[in-house]
């Protein structure tokens, strides 16, 4: 299979995120709050640090090792939830992130394991 019919099987946005992922880090800095859902030893992990001021998210950045799939909603969502407050972090409408990166059925999971890793960085945070 050549590499035009594997990226037939990704949205745009899909790839985008994938090959520029943005918001990479490499670890947490101590002020900030972080969440982490998987394992590598599993073959996926998704690990947020959101730096919050006044319940808003300045800026989100994460880490994360899977599929492309995976590596997309992890950066796509540092993107969405920067400028947000903590309440809305909690509520996202993973229809509409599925949606918004064209994500096939089967890798639902990626957005589900990105929702764990948010709610572990939120946790215990006024809504």
Not at 43 to 72: K, N, Q, Y
Not at 74 to 84: D, N, R
Not at 88 to 101: F, G, N, P, T
Request: net charge negative.
């Amino acid at each position: 299979m050549g590499i035009e019919e594997r990226q037939m099987n990704y949205s745009n946005i899909v790839i985008d995120h994938f090959e520029k992922p943005r918001n990479v880090i490499e670890g947490c800095d101590e002020s900030a709050l972080s969440g982490r859902a998987g394992s590598k030893s599993a073959g996926m992990l998704v690990e947020f640090c959101l730096d919050v001021s006044d319940g808003v998210i300045e800026h989100a950045g994460f880490r994360a090792w899977g599929c492309p799939h995976t590596i997309a909603v992890a950066s796509w969502l540092t993107e969405e939830i920067t400028g947000k407050g903590i309440n809305e972090v909690q509520s996202l409408d993973l229809d509409m992130i599925a949606s918004q990166l064209e994500l096939p059925a089967e890798k639902w999971n990626c957005v589900l394991m990105a929702e764990d890793a948010l709610r572990d960085a939120t946790k215990g945070t006024s809504h």
